[in-house]
């Protein structure tokens, strides 16, 4: 799925929690290409409701830290560049 740097690096910068979401994310978005926030809810498997996925997958999204580290994660960093 992820190449391992990545693995690494979002792993030390997101918790547990925002890193298996993250995760899942990226497979679900594997197979839908074109999504809204609406259908990755609908597909999310987490057992809650739909508007609570929908809350939870906007969140994610939001979240400034999230938003952060995966900006922090660059294809720069992987060629080596300083």
């Known amino acids: 799925m992820l ?3 990545y693995q690494n690096c979002f792993q030390n910068v ?7 979401m993250l995760e899942i994310l990226l497979m679900l978005l594997q197979f839908h290409k ?3 926030i609406e259908k ?3 597909v999310f498997p987490q057992p809650i409701k739909f508007e609570s996925r929908r809350r ?3 969140r994610f999204f ?7 580290s995966i900006s922090v994660v660059s294809p720069a960093q992987t060629m080596g560049e300083k």
């Not at 997101?14 to 298996?20: E, G, H």
């Not at 939001?62 to 952060?68: L, N, Q």
Request: glycine fraction near 0%.
């Open 3 to 5: 190449p391992k740097f």
């Open 14 to 20: 997101l918790t547990p929690a925002q890193y298996k």
């Open 34 to 36: 074109t999504v809204t």
């Open 40 to 42: 990755l809810a609908t």
């Open 56 to 58: 939870s997958i906007q």
């Open 62 to 68: 939001t979240t400034t830290s999230v938003v952060d």
